[in-house]
Nanobody
Framework: VQLVEAGGGLVQAGGARRLSCSHAGRTFYSMGWCREAPGEGREFVARMSARGGSRHYAHSVEGRFTIYRDNGKNTVYLQMNSLKPEDTANYYC????????????????WGRGTQVTVSS
């Protein structure tokens, strides 16, 4: 199973960016986005259940980021608004076949990541 992220790039503080994760039609129990900044561990910023009924966000992004899916396109998105320099990180899409969790080890598939850089 391949997860392919897209949408990263350079954006000014206060701007917006939308990341996408295509998953070739496979159905998962949950999907999420996490990020990793240089010298820091991975942080799950958003996750949603398979049917979209449950969504959770890290406190650091709540109110600014939105995770949603387009089943017709087999794609999960992360809309990021009001970006801050501290949002700079490599963003990864992840999928779990069994859990709805913010624990890395409970995700079975990972994308390669897409870099988001927010300039001040």
């Amino acid at each position: 199973v391949q997860l392919v992220e897209a949408g990263g790039g350079l954006v000014q503080a206060g701007g917006a960016r939308r990341l996408s994760c295509s998953h070739a039609g496979r159905t998962f129990y949950s999907m999420g986005w996490c990020r990793e900044a240089p010298g820091e561990g991975r942080e799950f910023v958003a996750r949603m259940s398979a049917r979209g009924g449950s969504r959770h966000y890290a406190h650091s992004v709540e109110g600014r980021f939105t995770i949603y899916r387009d089943n017709g396109k087999n794609t999960v998105y992360l809309q990021m608004n009001s970006l801050k320099p501290e949002d700079t990180a490599n963003y990864y899409c992840a999928a779990s076949t069994s859990y709805y969790s913010d624990l890395e080890q409970q995700y079975d598939y990972w994308g390669r990541g897409t870099q988001v850089t927010v300039s001040s």
